[in-house]
């Protein structure tokens, strides 16, 4: 076999095979080899990485996709080092002198029930360094997990800057152009979540070109986004999208940490290869993160995942979608995916009492919930529940016939089960477990705790907090028999802490993995209760924490009219089984605001909430009609994947549109936000495959059937509808049609 060809990805028995011209050696479910060469590939047909390992250079990834490999100047490791720093003038991420000089040393590959695991090990003659490179697919998906794990095998102390997840220039051919790549990416203020806009590479706020030929020197250019402290997705979403519009050829990638993180888009030089990406967690420049790696100590680096397609923007994160479901924890209470009425939103909002609740849990009951979760205050004496949280003991002042457990009991006994708001991560100011605890629980700079809005941080590294947070979860769970936890996070403690650790970015790295630590215990005791994620909202989006827990809080936007924009995007963040979408109808709204409100919640994961024991009977014969279509649909959702025939929607469009492709039928929302209008919608790839000119799938509405339908077309692959004026909607169905 000639050394600088790509064999083909084979299989001996069960096991996938790497490839090298070489030996190659099998034991078990491990190939290992040994031998140096040009290539290495790993995947299959739908996602085949191919790498290239010299001799006198570091092993670079030469292609994500099946083909010819090309040449690529990004190595696979950037390594920032105190003291070795980077080999060229700049601040990226990338050029870093250590990188530079890694070398190939071995690979190996395993396969475990169908999961492959490639690890390529490269070393560094001056520091000693051991790095890691390690990919993970899962079958049937046209994605890959990749981290990075750094021993320290030399004889001296080594201080760590920066350890990237994921580095590649394999993100344009020969024949590409970076003039013809969009950069997707969401902005994700609070209220304000999940707000896509495609950025031209090239354009004019992207990337110059320098003509790096005349200069003789390589682009310092860098298009970066970073995200802070520990609302990972607080001001940018952790997932983007490369996509060539000529093409089609797009990667997604998002990152899974419930921390800091850093990715950038870098200029190496003119022509194909112009683009490097480089995924990292924390850094130095930017979090104040160094990690000291004693002579035999190591460090992995955040996980990230890959997804390719040459279906453009949107087929990558179809492909991401499939990425997400296989790393999902799965939750036997949870397969239906449960509907859920919390009393927060546009309802309570932090104010339970017995007086309040029981009317609002028959209502709740009446119109089909399945759990009802007591949100913020009822664990409150003070009528401030803010700066209370920490010892989650019931209110005695707001529930005092019978107490909390008067209510409780009536959640069962409307055929309900219960659930209750946490804010475990954090301590108020006047609860007693500010005292209680002891000093070095808590998250600290310069020896003094960090305190935010009448908050102080848990150190989830300190065995007094941990054993505090298991002692109140099992207790609600055994004592009170909670099976559903809202558990939110509304404070985010800055750089981090410096208490035992070298910076305050090295110990919040350590804190928010010993808060994953904590999850994943929890869930494991008890298998028998839904854990929601909530952030304020959706602060903290990402799939460190929700390939751990089952549902996340898409938003506290209180505007049903701005939510409708928020769930027609969460899809691409989210899967559609995991994204709760508010929906809060209140009494006197008209019935398309009604309808409108609710669809916001059936395009994803219905999340109910609102002042059902003031509506009338008609108004709660619409919100049941809502439950009982989410009933309807929820198997489907749950196997979906999302499509948005309009675009990923902006925030002041007027109709907004998202869809879901599943196995039996495809549904799609459509809201209009302003005059009656005919909207036009390409799903060419729902006609019937025997009849090019486009005999289009059967639609049938959805919801809501009790008022007037909106007329339908459909022509040459594009469905007309003909929405209403003001703020309405529809959900529809789409069956294709069959021989």
Not at 241 to 246: C, G, I, S, Y
Not at 376 to 395: H, L, N
Not at 403 to 430: A, F, N, Q, T
Request: glycine content about 8%.
């Amino acid at each position: 076999m000639d050394g600088g060809s790509i064999p083909p990805i084979s299989t001996i028995g069960h096991r996938r095979a790497l490839w090298m011209s070489g030996v190659l050696r099998c034991t078990g479910q491990t190939v290992l080899v040994t031998d140096i060469s040009p290539d290495i590939a790993w995947g299959d047909s739908g996602l085949a990485l191919t790498f290239r390992a010299p001799a006198d250079g570091p092993v670079v990834l030469g292609s994500l996709v099946p083909g010819a490999l090309t040449e690529r100047l990004q190595p696979l490791v950037e390594l920032m080092v105190l003291g070795e720093g980077r080999a060229l003038s700049n601040i990226r991420m990338s050029h870093s002198g250590v990188g530079r000089r890694l070398r190939f040393v071995e690979h190996e590959v395993a396969l475990e029930s169908g999961v492959s695991t490639l690890r390529i090990t490269q070393a560094d003659p001056l520091t000693g360094f051991r790095v890691t490179s390690v990919f993970v697919q899962r079958p049937g998906v046209a994605a890959f997990q990749s981290w990075t794990e750094v021993r320290n095998a030399g004889a001296e102390e080594q201080l760590l800057q920066s350890v990237s997840s994921f580095a590649t220039s394999a993100l344009l051919g020969d024949d590409e152009s970076i003039a013809d790549v969009e950069l997707w990416r969401g902005r994700s203020d609070w209220c304000a979540e999940g707000r896509w806009s495609a950025l031209p590479v090239a354009g004019p706020a992207g990337l110059a070109s320098i003509n790096t030929d005349f200069h003789h020197h390589d682009d310092r250019g860098t298009l970066t986004t970073v995200s802070t402290s520990t609302w990972s997705s607080g001001t940018w979403l952790p997932t983007s999208v490369l996509a060539n519009v000529t093409s089609g050829r797009s990667v997604a990638f998002q990152l899974e940490h419930n921390g800091a993180w850093r990715w950038e888009l870098d200029a190496l030089r003119d022509g194909a290869n112009a683009l490097a990406l480089i995924l990292n967690g924390p850094t130095d420049l930017d979090h104040q993160w160094t990690h000291r790696l004693a002579p035999g100590d190591a460090f992995a680096s955040i996980p990230v995942s890959i997804a390719v397609s040459d279906d453009g923007h949107q087929g990558a994160l179809a492909a991401l979608t499939l990425q997400r479901r296989a790393l999902r924890r799965t939750n036997a209470a949870d397969a239906e995916t449960a509907i859920v009425f919390n009393d927060y939103m546009n309802t309570l909002m932090g104010d339970p009492t017995t007086e309040k609740l029981l009317p609002l849990i028959d209502a709740a009951a009446a119109v089909g919930a399945e759990y009802f979760c007591i949100d913020a205050g009822w664990y409150d004496d003070g009528g401030a529940w803010w700066g209370s949280v920490g010892e989650w003991q019931p209110s005695t002042v707001r529930f005092p016939d019978g107490g909390l457990v008067r209510v409780l009991d009536h959640i069962r006994d409307r055929g309900m089960e219960l659930g209750l708001w946490l804010e475990p991560e954090v301590i108020g100011v006047r609860s007693p477990m500010a005292h209680t605890l002891p000093d070095a629980a808590f998250l600290q700079r310069f020896g003094r705790r960090v305190v935010e809005h009448e908050r102080y941080f848990l150190d989830l590294r300190h065995p007094a907090a941990v054993a505090h947070l298991d002692e109140v979860v099992d207790r609600l769970v055994g004592e009170y028999g909670a099976r559903f936890f809202k558990l939110d996070y509304n404070v985010t403690p800055g750089a981090g802490t410096d208490l035992d650790a070298l910076s305050a970015g090295d110990g919040l790295l350590a804190h928010n993995r010993a808060h994953l630590a904590w999850i994943d215990r929890m869930v494991a005791r008890h298998p028998e209760v839904i854990f929601e994620n909530c952030a304020s909202g959706a602060m903290r989006l990402d799939y460190a924490m929700m390939s751990r827990l089952d549902l996340q809080s898409t938003s506290d936007q209180q505007d049903f009219r701005l939510s409708a924009a928020i769930s027609a995007a969460a899809p691409a963040s989210l899967l559609p089984e995991q994204a709760a979408n508010w929906a809060y109808p209140q009494p006197g709204m008209p019935p398309e605001e009604l309808a409108f409100a609710l669809i916001n919640g059936l395009a994803g994961r219905l999340y109910l909430s609102g002042k059902l024991d003031g509506m009338s009977a008609p108004e709660l014969s619409l919100v049941t009609e809502a439950v009982e279509a989410f009933r309807a649909i929820r198997a489907d959702l749950a196997e979906s994947v999302p499509f948005w025939p309009l675009g990923l929607p902006g925030w002041h469009d007027e109709v907004l549109a998202v869809g879901f492709a599943a196995p039996e039928a495809s549904y799609l929302a459509i809201w209009n936000r302003g005059v009656a209008t005919s909207v036009e919608l390409p799903l060419a790839h729902l006609a019937h495959p025997a009849h090019p000119a486009g005999r289009g799938p059967m639609v049938s509405t959805v919801f809501p059937a009790e008022l007037p339908a909106w007329p339908l077309s459909w022509t040459d692959g594009v469905l007309r509808v003909e929405a209403a004026a003001g703020y309405a909607a529809r959900l529809f169905r789409l069956v294709p049609l069959v021989e």
